[in-house]
């Protein structure tokens, strides 16, 4: 991965143990996915009312060249989602990893599709037949 990964928090405090657990994450990723030129994860802990728990929400966007970035958008939900940010974190990361496996499908089935198809015969200058 050619970028660093950011990361950026909303609503919750920094905690530099969060940071380098999502940038393993990513360094995972990216050992997977070699064409990711840029991952960007952003979580957030939303105001709720009474009625509503707080929940995490872990965004995360990887860039892929010549494509739109994949963007991911997990919230954790649950009875003990507020004491459970790891899993939350966990959980987006596996998302993403579908994501990116499909994505990839795409892209290796597409390079498939394209390698099978013949060329146009270029013709050479003075009438010459390519040999």
């Known amino acids: ?3 660093p990964v950011e990361v950026h928090f909303h609503g919750i ?15 995972k990723l990216a050992k997977q996915f070699d064409r990711m030129t840029s991952c960007r994860v952003g979580i957030e802990a939303p105001q709720r009312t ?10 995360i966007e990887i860039g892929v ?19 459970e940010l790891s899993l939350a974190i966990r959980d987006a990361f ?5 994501k990116i496996e499909s994505t990839e499908a795409q892209i290796s089935a597409r390079a498939r599709l394209e390698r ?9 200058p003075n009438g010459a037949a390519d040999e």
Do not use: C, T, Y
């Not at 009474?50 to 965004?59: D, E, G, T």
């Not at 970035?69 to 003990?80: A, L, M």
């Not at 596996?94 to 579908?98: E, G, L, N, S, T």
């Open 1 to 3: 991965m050619n970028a």
């Open 65 to 83: 060249p010549r494509r739109r970035p994949i963007v991911i958008s997990h919230e954790r939900k649950g009875s003990h989602a507020n004491e």
């Open 13 to 27: 405090q920094k905690s530099d143990a969060i940071e380098q657990r999502v940038r393993e994450k990513v360094a």
């Open 94 to 98: 596996a998302v993403a990893q579908r």
């Open 50 to 59: 009474p009625q509503k728990p707080s929940v995490f929400l872990i965004k």
């Open 116 to 124: 099978g198809r013949r060329r146009p015969h270029r013709a050479l």
